[in-house]
């Protein structure tokens, strides 16, 4: 009789394994971020603003012969806001040239963003504003222009150096963004 309970034991066991097994979704780590705490650019630029304390201010690679464009670089999440600046002459440059290159670079986004939320805003120095959020899987998910619209123009742009799902960088890409409206608003360009 105990034999038979055994084999009865041993038959329900292996019966109960599945061959058509499915893998576990990959599962995503914690991400424990610091709390907001920020510096002034160091001096030489045409413009004076605050900085995330968990960025490295570097030049931006891109175009050199521009020395005032920087990249804010967070290496902890990789993740860098891209920061061009030109100023404004009136006539190889012009406010109105600016604003719509920076429409335009907003609006390339379109074939993969789900929507483009745009927001004008004054900061507390009495610049003008323009903030986009842009959702769904799009390289850039927060960009930005703060200009006087006479004599300087500041674009700034969020980028990741990963292709993870966006929904996967959402606390990142929320943490960043508090960073680059502060920034926005300590904006002071300098004549």
Partial sequence: MRKFFWFIAVVVVLSSCEKNWLPRPTGYNRIDLPAH?????????????????????????????????????????????????KRIDGKDVDFKTLSNDAFKLTAKHQIKAYGIDEGVLITPNGYSAVVAELTGE????????????????LRGALYFNTATKNDSLAPVIEYIKIDMTHLMNSVKFLD
């Fill in 138 to 153: 799009v390289p850039t998910q927060f960009q930005f222009f703060v200009t006087d619209s006479t004599k300087h123009f």
């Fill in 37 to 85: 705490d920020y510096q002034q650019l160091p001096e030489g630029y045409p413009y004076q603003m605050d900085v995330s304390k968990y960025s490295i201010v570097e030049p931006d690679s891109f175009n050199l012969q521009e020395k005032a464009w920087i990249n804010l670089n967070y290496q902890e999440f990789g993740a860098k806001v891209h920061l061009t600046y």
